[in-house]
Nanobody
Framework: QVQLVESGGGLVQAGGSLRLSCAAS????????MAWFRQAPGKEREFVAA????????YYADSVKGRFTISRDGAQNTVYLQMDKLSPEDTAFYYC???????????????????WGQGTQVTVSP
């Protein structure tokens, strides 16, 4: 199982930016899909963004489209989430995930991911 470690979270004012990183214990090129999910207090975990191995196919939740960018660096075994124009509604714990064997294409579904990081907190103040 791939080990994933997130970093880059913190406190930022509305309108600001943060860049999250997810370091994997093995080459991310061996992982078909990498994704970010988030969970706000009192809410279920939700899909944020995903990127296929090739890097040319990315997917975003409607709530972050145009503001967040996911990217993969196979050489450094790292996945990034650039978050711009942050709002208080983006406050959540952010998790990195790696697709499981037998991935079937539902990139926004938790069951498609077999490895998860511990998460990093993002707090956006008004």
């Amino acid at each position: 199982q791939v080990q994933l470690v997130e970093s880059g979270g913190g406190l930022v004012q509305a309108g600001g930016s943060l860049r999250l990183s997810c370091a994997a214990s093995e080459r991310t090129l061996s992982i078909l899909v990498m994704a970010w999910f988030r969970q706000a207090p009192g809410k279920e975990r939700e899909f944020v963004a995903a990127a296929r191995r090739s890097g040319d196919s990315t997917y975003y939740a409607d709530s972050v489209k145009g503001r967040f960018t996911i990217s993969r660096d196979g050489a450094q075994n790292t996945v990034y989430l650039q978050m711009d124009k942050l709002s208080p509604e983006d406050t959540a714990f952010y998790y990195c995930a790696a697709s499981r064997r037998g991935y079937s294409g539902d990139y926004n579904r938790e069951f498609e991911y077999g490895s998860w990081g511990q998460g990093t907190q993002v707090t956006v103040s008004p």
